[in-house]
């Protein structure tokens, strides 16, 4: 990986707000390419958002992955893809074959779906195994285990994250953005708690405004998978300093307070 991209890539704790700027915030998303119906011209298209606002990455789908190294490239905008998208329940070899094939062709992570329903039928084993080779296999490249949190209990999203953790995952991600439903804070805040800050947790699925995308670090994510680049980036030039001053505070205000006289 570029020396570059790698220490850009590098933060997976928290986010500290009262530090975010604009390039602090760019620097966070993952500008996601993974519509079915993307055209090359609109692959294209996104990689010069990407470009123009210096996103993390583009993540885009595996057969685009060398159209966008190519076009990424001499940038700090590191190029990533994605593997056993979007249901997870592709073979184990193939899945690492395919993690394989997009680390050759230039990729700098990897966001790979888990198996959904060995973690939900409890096949912890299984799941932990597969992702164990798959991370070993691509070593040094971090791979992000995409847990689709829409589908689990919050003990699933406990057992996930564990497994994750002794895969030796570098991050956790609640979903792939074609789920029910989108990211929510309280579940990123469960998978902060659970991977510490040694991990990162990337945030997909409905973050399409800047508060939506706050509202996400503040609960501990460190990365986020967003489409609405250019419209966050937009919002941030009119109204940054003061929505990020508005979650700070609410923040404090929810705080609990410590019982009188106690320690």
Known sequence: ???????????RGPVDLATLDEKALMGIIDHS??????????VEAGCDV???????????????????VGRLRRSNVGPTTV??????????????????VAVDQGAV?????????????????????????????????????ILETAYLTPEQVEAGCRVALEARASFVKNGTGYSPRGAEAGEIAL????????????AAGGVRTLDAMLGMLAAGACRVGATATAAIAAEWRVRGPEAVRA??????????SAPEGGY
Not at 1 to 11: F, G
Not at 119 to 140: C, F, I, K, N
């Open 109 to 145: 992570e990897l966001d790979v779906v888990i198996n959904i329903g060995a973690l939900r039928g409890g096949d912890l084993g299984y799941v932990r195994d597969e992702l164990a080779g798959l991370v070993y296999a691509v070593a040094p490249t971090p791979v992000k285990v």
């Open 50 to 68: 990407a470009l123009e606002w210096e996103t993390a990455t583009v993540c885009c789908r595996p057969a685009d992955l060398q159209l966008v």
């Open 83 to 100: 593997i056993g998208f979007p249901h997870g329940a592709h073979v184990s070899q193939i899945k690492e074959r395919e993690a394989l």
């Open 33 to 42: 390419l993974l519509k079915p119906e993307l055209t090359r011209a609109d």
């Open 1 to 11: 990986m570029k020396q570059s991209i790698k220490v850009r890539l590098a933060n």
């Open 247 to 256: 979650v700070i505070e609410g923040n404090a205000a929810a705080a609990p």
């Open 191 to 202: 998978m902060r708690r659970v991977v510490g800050d040694g991990v990162g947790v990337k």
